[in-house]
């Protein structure tokens, strides 16, 4: 008999099959939770946690709207919440789903499957506005502690922690609920799951995180250099929609506290930072993250994910090569993510021993319709390659003659320029190549820019692209995110007329393309020791700086060639001026460092899911023949 936590109680056990719909009692079978709760009749409600903030200066508590949907049981049962801003503006998933709210003003469609699926098996499950949107009090505050304490005053007030109040003033109690709850979401919604998680709130039992922010500076920094200028306060008034006075102020605030001016990491956002607070995580954490993402760039996953196993953490992971895309959305792969989140939620929230934290941790797409499995991510015994540049143009694994120098300008230049005609020299930046690869080498984690350079000026804001040359199909992730929405739907729970589980299903977006950038990196050199405290280099002096990409798992295909540009400000992901500085580089002493994880040719890599079963026994090519 599956082991149950001694906290559940009144759950029945059934071996073989499901008994009918309408039952009283959560029933297991097959090492799930069964669907035996009727849907249409579930309790639909609202109520208004007070949480223990004023953040637009009224004079009262900020009160966070709840909207609830759980299945008529004497139960007590788990619950799981999606907390977000986008309830009435830009909507969730991938048909833009808002709230539609009935006669009585509780919600009678709730965006997104999981009340669909979840509730028929013993589920609650929590729509919560986010302070400072939709029906909730108070300002947004882009990540910061009013974005925080809404969150946390809800999984307090399901365990008899924080007051709540119905529409009607009377106070409301969660009797119905074990206290145990899971906070999922994508992009924002799953960035206050990571939030709420660091805060270390008892009864949060887990989170999905999905595209989601660790650090809002690494959302909208990369090493001192500026993505976008006066973000904070633009996406708190988007996400306001009914913005007054009050908030326009505190809008005025992250203007003036974001340091955008310089840059640098400062308590505006360490306020904003949930990775330094990972010691204070007791939940498990599912992440799923996509390493052509560009809005909530994969570093913010990298190194949660890190941050994470160095505590301890139990802890699963998915690896997209999409954009800003959720797993519900991965072609081929949907019914397999709704059977996993239910493993994952029926043995952190109920308690069921049904293997998922034994299996492969990670799943890795790698190609188009490729997934692997495999113990962690990155690949475990990932060989750390150094690649050098060489006065001739090429990239190998021999250093540059001493005294060897290249050098270029800091201008504003698009991504499109920097890779374009790598045979022939520009001002504005340097490119290497591999010669033709004799075998696939597969990019597994975060590869390294270690460069000996000198500036003309104190500093020069630096782009490294690694990039693969050679004739390809690609996944195409900049139309459509990597994916197009087609007519046909499929249904992944029970339906009413006002809410149904029917959502359309996607086809993945293929291009043939002579190229793909594969990783991005991006450096203020002032900023090269610190990201609070910028150091300025001596004009000609020479200095050694290294600086992280943006990881990424991806396969660099037998024929193809390798190639590392070196470049100035770029146009096409920063906001920011080009210094002017001339930039020399000392090839002799540098290099990029690239995580391989040698494997056998992609085409026997198998389509579905399958287990990686670790780096294959290769000889390592030699230099001259791998790398020339």
Same mark, same amino acid.
């Given at each position: 008999?599956?082991?149950?936590?001694?906290?559940?109680?009144?759950?029945?056990?059934?071996?073989?099959?499901?008994?009918?719909?309408?039952?009283?009692?959560?029933?297991?079978?097959?090492?799930?939770?069964?669907?035996?709760?009727?849907?249409?009749?579930?309790?639909?409600?609202?109520?208004?946690?007070?949480?223990?903030?004023?953040?637009?200066?009224?004079?009262?508590?900020?009160?966070?709207?709840?909207?609830?949907?759980?299945?008529?049981?004497?139960?007590?049962?788990?619950?799981?919440?999606?907390?977000?801003? /986008? /309830?009435?503006?830009?909507?969730?998933?991938?048909?833009?789903?808002?709230?539609?709210?009935?006669?009585?003003?509780?919600?009678?469609?709730?965006?997104? *499957?999981?009340?669909?699926?979840?509730?028929?098996?013993?589920?609650?499950?929590?729509?919560?506005?986010?302070?400072?949107?939709?029906?909730? !009090?108070?300002?947004?505050?882009?990540?910061?502690?009013?974005?925080?304490?809404?969150?946390?005053?809800?999984?307090?007030?399901?365990?008899?922690?924080?007051?709540? /109040?119905?529409?009607?003033?009377?106070?409301?109690?969660?009797?119905?609920?074990?206290?145990?709850?899971?906070?999922?979401?994508?992009? /924002?919604?799953?960035?206050?799951?990571?939030?709420?998680?660091?805060?270390?709130?008892?009864?949060?039992?887990?989170?999905?995180?999905?595209?989601?922010?660790?650090?809002?500076?690494?959302?909208?920094?990369?090493?001192?250099?500026?993505?976008?200028?006066?973000?904070?306060?633009?996406?708190?008034?988007?996400?306001?929609?009914?913005?007054?006075?009050?908030?326009?102020?505190?809008?005025?605030?992250?203007?003036?506290?974001?340091?955008?001016?310089?840059?640098?990491?400062?308590?505006?956002?360490?306020?904003?930072?949930?990775?330094?607070?990972?010691?204070?995580?007791?939940?498990?954490? *599912?992440?799923?993250?996509?390493?052509?993402?560009?809005?909530?760039?994969?570093?913010?996953?990298?190194?949660?994910?890190?941050?994470?196993?160095?505590?301890?953490?139990?802890?699963?992971?998915?690896?997209?090569?999409?954009?800003?895309? !959720?797993?519900?959305?991965?072609?081929?792969?949907?019914?397999?993510?709704? !059977?996993?989140?239910?493993?994952?939620?029926?043995?952190?929230?109920?308690?069921?021993?049904?293997?998922?934290?034994?299996?492969?941790?990670?799943?890795?797409?790698?190609?188009?319709?490729?997934?692997?499995?495999?113990?962690?991510?990155?690949?475990?015994?990932?060989?750390?390659?150094?690649?050098?540049?060489?006065?001739?143009?090429?990239?190998?694994?021999?250093?540059?003659?001493?005294?060897?120098?290249?050098?270029?300008?800091?201008?504003?230049?698009?991504?499109?320029?920097?890779?374009?005609?790598?045979?022939?020299?520009?001002?504005?930046?340097?490119?290497?190549?591999?010669?033709?690869?004799?075998?696939?080498?597969?990019?597994?984690?975060?590869?390294?820019?270690?460069?000996?350079?000198?500036?003309?000026?104190?500093?020069?804001?630096?782009?490294?692209?690694?990039?693969? *040359?050679? !004739?390809?199909?690609?996944?195409?992730?900049?139309?459509?995110?990597?994916?197009?929405?087609?007519?046909?739907?499929?249904?992944?729970?029970?339906?009413?007329?006002?809410?149904?589980?029917?959502?359309?299903?996607?086809?993945?977006?293929?291009?043939?393309?002579?190229?793909?950038?594969?990783?991005?990196?991006?450096?203020?050199?002032?900023?090269?020791?610190?990201?609070?405290?910028?150091?300025?280099?001596?004009?000609?002096?020479?200095?050694?700086?290294?600086?992280?990409?943006?990881?990424?798992?991806?396969? *660099?295909?037998?024929?193809?060639?390798?190639?590392?540009?070196?470049?100035?400000?770029?146009?096409?992901?920063?906001?920011?001026?080009?210094?002017?500085?001339?930039?020399?580089?000392?090839?002799?002493?540098?290099?990029?460092?690239?995580?391989?994880?040698?494997?056998?040719?992609?085409?026997?890599?198998?389509?579905?899911?399958?287990?990686?079963?670790?780096?294959?026994?290769?000889?390592?090519?030699?230099?001259?023949?791998?790398?020339?």
């Amino acid at each position: 008999m599956p082991h149950l936590r001694a906290a559940l109680v009144a759950l029945t056990l059934v071996a073989t099959t499901a008994p009918p719909a309408h039952a009283t009692t959560i029933t297991i079978a097959g090492d799930r939770s069964q669907p035996v709760f009727s849907y249409a009749d579930a309790i639909r409600e609202h109520v208004y946690v007070e949480a223990p903030i004023d953040s637009d200066a009224d004079g009262r508590l900020d009160r966070v709207r709840v909207d609830i949907i759980r299945p008529r049981t004497a139960d007590r049962i788990p619950v799981i919440i999606d907390e977000s801003p /986008y /309830y009435d503006n830009s909507g969730r998933g991938n048909e833009s789903e808002r709230k539609v709210y009935d006669a009585e003003g509780n919600v009678a469609k709730f965006p997104l *499957f999981y009340d669909n699926f979840f509730v028929p098996r013993g589920y609650a499950v929590l729509n919560v506005d986010m302070l400072g949107t939709t029906r909730s !009090d108070g300002c947004p505050a882009t990540g910061g502690q009013a974005d925080v304490v809404g969150g946390k005053a809800v999984i307090d007030w399901l365990n008899g922690r924080a007051p709540a /109040y119905r529409a009607d003033g009377t106070p409301a109690h969660a009797t119905w609920t074990t206290g145990k709850a899971a906070m999922i979401g994508k992009s /924002y919604d799953g960035t206050l799951a990571n939030a709420v998680a660091a805060t270390g709130v008892e009864g949060l039992e887990t989170i999905v995180p999905i595209s989601a922010i660790s650090s809002w500076y690494r959302y909208q920094r990369s090493g001192g250099v500026v993505y976008s200028y006066n973000y904070a306060s633009w996406l708190a008034n988007v996400v306001d929609t009914d913005p007054d006075a009050k908030c326009a102020a505190v809008r005025a605030d992250m203007d003036a506290q974001d340091g955008d001016d310089t840059g640098d990491y400062n308590p505006f956002w360490a306020e904003r930072d949930y990775e330094k607070d990972v010691a204070n995580v007791k939940a498990s954490v *599912f992440v799923v993250h996509t390493v052509n993402d560009l809005n909530v760039k994969p570093d913010n996953f990298s190194a949660w994910w890190k941050a994470l196993g160095s505590r301890g953490v139990p802890r699963k992971i998915w690896v997209g090569q999409y954009q800003h895309v !959720d797993p519900f959305d991965f072609e081929g792969r949907r019914g397999l993510w709704v !059977d996993t989140l239910h493993q994952w939620f029926d043995h952190w929230l109920l308690g069921v021993d049904n293997g998922i934290m034994s299996r492969p941790r990670a799943d890795v797409q790698v190609g188009p319709a490729q997934w692997i499995t495999q113990r962690d991510w990155p690949a475990r015994g990932a060989m750390r390659v150094p690649l050098r540049p060489s006065a001739d143009g090429s990239l190998g694994l021999l250093p540059a003659r001493r005294g060897a120098t290249a050098a270029f300008t800091d201008v504003r230049m698009p991504e499109t320029e920097m890779v374009a005609d790598v045979g022939t020299a520009k001002p504005g930046r340097l490119a290497f190549t591999t010669g033709e690869l004799p075998l696939d080498l597969r990019l597994s984690g975060t590869p390294v820019v270690d460069l000996r350079l000198a500036l003309d000026r104190p500093t020069a804001n630096l782009t490294a692209l690694l990039v693969d *040359f050679g !004739d390809d199909t690609r996944l195409d992730w900049r139309r459509g995110q990597g994916i197009t929405t087609l007519a046909e739907e499929d249904c992944h729970g029970e339906s009413t007329a006002a809410d149904d589980g029917c959502y359309r299903k996607v086809a993945t977006n293929l291009a043939t393309r002579p190229l793909e950038i594969v990783a991005r990196g991006w450096l203020d050199v002032q900023n090269r020791d610190s990201l609070s405290s910028p150091s300025p280099l001596t004009p000609g002096a020479f200095a050694q700086v290294e600086w992280e990409t943006l990881p990424h798992d991806y396969v *660099f295909k037998k024929g193809h060639r390798l190639a590392l540009v070196i470049a100035g400000t770029d146009s096409t992901y920063s906001g920011e001026r080009a210094t002017g500085a001339a930039v020399t580089v000392d090839l002799a002493r540098s290099k990029v460092t690239v995580p391989f994880a040698l494997s056998a040719p992609l085409a026997e890599v198998p389509a579905g899911p399958s287990t990686w079963r670790g780096p294959q026994e290769v000889e390592l090519p030699t230099p001259e023949h791998a790398f020339h």
